[in-house]
T-cell receptor, first 115, second 114 residues
């Protein structure tokens, strides 16, 4: 069990550029969550997947945001036409398969800075 | 939707003292309440959680209590150590058996001084 990994750890981009982040969940975890955390705040839910199906999206996830989990393993989060307000830590978490298991294990996050 | 309030925002204690962090939630249907510890530059790490069918849970120096009637839950850390210094977040969710969308509090920065 190597834990949830996220890449890159840091990303600096200019306003208007597109960025993509990757999350690799713990092996065999079938549920995967994305959260966003701004400075001084707790994480806020963005979206989650069960296997490859995206089952819920927050209102925070504007049309510029898209998330995928094509094979039910790793996931990507893409932000198009970045804005300064997108600057935040993007966190990924995964949960083991099975009924009644809901403990979410978080990765180290990707810190995005939009200049 | 769910709303979670957390107090205090900062807490300074001397090594060996106890620390208590309190949270309230708004949705009476919420049934899962985890606590996370976040160190600088790292993702949140689960330290303890409690479900709505339990009033108290303890794990070594850490305990959590839940009052469903009042809709509040608390984290208790005894015999604090410098390595307990971090930001602590409470969260609440309605676990449906397949997914648990966590709503977090705003965090408490705990500083343990020597």
């Amino acid at each position: 069990d190597t834990g949830v990994s996220q890449n890159p750890r840091h990303k600096i981009t200019k306003r208007g550029q597109n960025v993509t982040f990757r999350c690799d969940p713990i092996s065999e975890h079938n549920r995967l969550y994305w959260y966003r955390q701004t400075l001084g705040q707790g994480p806020e839910f963005l979206t989650y997947f069960q296997n490859e199906a995206q089952l819920e999206k927050s209102r925070l996830l504007s049309d510029r945001f898209s998330a995928e989990r094509p094979k039910g393993s790793f996931s990507t989060l893409e932000i198009q036409r970045t804005e300064q307000g997108d600057s935040a830590m993007y966190l990924c978490a995964s949960t083991p398969r099975g009924w009644g298991t809901d403990t979410q294990y978080f990765g180290p996050g990707t810190r995005l800075t939009v200049l | 939707g769910e709303n979670v309030e957390q107090h205090p925002s900062t807490l300074s204690v001397q090594e060996g003292d106890s620390a208590v962090i309190k949270c309230t939630y708004s949705d009476s249907a919420s049934n899962y309440f985890p606590w996370y510890k976040q160190e600088l530059g790292k993702g949140p790490q689960l330290i303890i959680d409690i479900r709505s069918n339990v009033g108290e849970k303890k794990d070594q120096r850490i305990a959590v209590t839940l009052n469903k009637t009042a809709k509040h839950f608390s984290l208790h850390i005894t015999e604090t150590q410098p390595e307990d210094s971090a930001v602590y977040f409470c969260a609440a969710s309605l676990f449906t058996g397949t997914a648990s969308k966590l709503t977090f509090g705003t965090g408490t920065r705990l500083q343990v001084t020597l």
